[in-house]
């Protein structure tokens, strides 16, 4: 299976406060990754960039619930110390590394809250990761229970990695996809917090933009082999949180700034 759900798999505890420190730092406007302005009604993150659009930020965050569809925590594992134990957790290691049959290494580490608002984020169109490279695996991970779909679950199509709706571009149209897909193929994942989707990166996914409330979510990308210029932006990791990583398991932060 290629995206599946594996149902209290972290602690919600751990995730609960998580949450919380997210909460704090979205109302207080701090330790949030600079936020690009909308372009067309559509935010692009840097890592898919087509086009060499210029870059501007948003400056004025007041009503950022309305004037961006989605905002990233900064540094996550230097923000969220508590964080650390759930991105190196033994069981989700064994589970990509069963998955993978390959030692994995962490391509990216995100905290994303999308907002129910008129405007997009990319990943809320369906698309295929880095144009669709066989490695990657993501683990997807709700910091909010997400029984509806307007709670904006996680989507995929299954085995549009064999059978691929194009070569030629990575994001589509709903209406593209309905028509080269039959209905069954559609799956939206829901799970309530503590529960953890493993998905291939180069099947066709998306997020679905909540309109019910807002949503927050725990991605982790984890690939075999990371060319060091394909990550532009290397997630931080304290050196005395790298110490503390068995010997085993360093693989996972190989592809880390340890500062
Ligand atoms: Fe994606």
Not at 199 to 206: E, R, T, V
Not at 228 to 235: A, E, L, M, Q, S
Request: glycine content about 4%.
């Amino acid at each position: 299976m290629h995206c599946y759900v594996k149902e209290n798999f972290l602690d919600r505890d751990v995730l609960k406060s998580i949450k919380t420190t997210v909460d704090w730092f979205i109302e207080e406007r701090i330790n949030l990754y600079p936020i690009r302005k909308v372009i067309d009604g559509r935010l692009v993150s840097l890592e898919y960039e087509e086009h060499n659009q210029p870059i501007e930020y948003l400056t004025d965050l007041s009503n950022l619930e309305q004037d961006t569809p989605s905002v990233r925590i900064e540094n996550p594992l230097l923000n969220i110390p508590e964080l650390v134990d759930v991105v190196f957790n033994k069981d989700l290691y064994n589970e990509i590394k069963t998955n993978f049959q390959l030692i994995p290494t962490i391509e990216y580490v995100k905290i994303v809250r999308h907002f129910p608002n008129k405007y997009l984020n990319m990943v809320n169109e369906w698309h295929y990761d880095n144009f669709g490279e066989k490695g990657i695996r993501v683990a997807v991970i709700y910091l909010d229970d997400i029984q509806n779909i307007e709670d904006g679950p996680y989507a995929c199509v299954e085995n549009s990695d064999k059978n691929k709706i194009s070569n030629e571009r990575s994001i589509f149209s709903d209406n593209e996809v309905e028509d080269y897909y039959n209905k069954e193929a559609f799956k939206p994942v829901f799970g309530n917090m503590g529960d953890v989707i493993f998905s291939k990166g180069n099947i066709l996914h998306k997020s679905i933009k909540p309109s019910a409330k807002e949503r927050t979510v725990l991605i982790i990308n984890f690939e075999t082999n990371i060319s060091p210029d394909r990550t532009k932006d290397k997630i931080k990791l304290n050196w005395q949180d790298w110490y503390k990583i068995p010997v085993g398991k360093k693989e996972l932060a190989y592809n880390m700034e340890i500062i």
